[in-house]
């Protein structure tokens, strides 16, 4: 009587035979460290993690993957990289990890917020204006929300990716 078999099964005895090539596992390895500085990061960020328990992991998993972590840890920091969110996190560990000079960094964001600001602020004194001119509506309650301009947003992109640009230009330099 033949036997059952479950698709693990079946998957199994059609590549049984098939074995990784060395640059497949390096490719693979590289990917499972990449993963796992980008959770410790995440956990840093949630603040699971102090930054020198950060610090101790980042060494562990370098030490257990033999792979130089600095240039994939600075990718995932910049990738995660918010002006709005908490990023002066991120700096410290820039600080600490790189001994890296974070005025740039810190420059380049107050530099959005002020632009991202003045936009918004903008935006909304034009609304405002251009209600009571042309509805006779003003008063305190009058709030405009600038966000819901589909060109306030394609500014706001605009603005981003000038960021990010200057973001990955200073942090080049570390």
Do not use: C, W
Not at 23 to 50: C, P, T
Not at 62 to 87: R, S
Not at 92 to 108: M, N, P, Y
């Amino acid at each position: 009587m033949s036997e059952i078999k479950s698709t693990l099964d079946l998957v199994m005895e059609k590549t049984r035979h098939m074995t990784l090539s060395g640059e497949e596992k390096e490719a693979r390895r590289r990917k499972e460290f990449s993963d796992h500085l980008r959770g410790v990061l995440q956990k840093y960020m949630d603040g699971i993690l102090s930054l020198e328990d950060a610090e101790k992991e980042i060494l562990e998993l370098k030490n257990q993957f033999d792979l130089d972590e600095k240039p994939l840890l600075k990718e995932h920091i910049f990738d995660a990289f918010d002006p709005e969110g908490d990023y002066p996190l991120l700096l410290e560990l820039l600080r600490r990890v790189f001994a890296a000079d974070t005025t740039g960094i810190e420059q380049a964001v107050q530099a959005y917020r002020k632009s991202r600001e003045e936009m918004l602020h903008g935006v909304s004194q034009n609304a405002r204006r251009t209600l009571k001119e042309n509805y006779g509506i003003s008063g305190s309650a009058v709030l405009p929300n600038p966000l819901k301009d589909p060109t306030v947003n394609a500014s706001l992109e605009t603005l981003s990716a000038s960021f990010q640009s200057r973001l990955r230009k200073e942090g080049g330099r570390i």
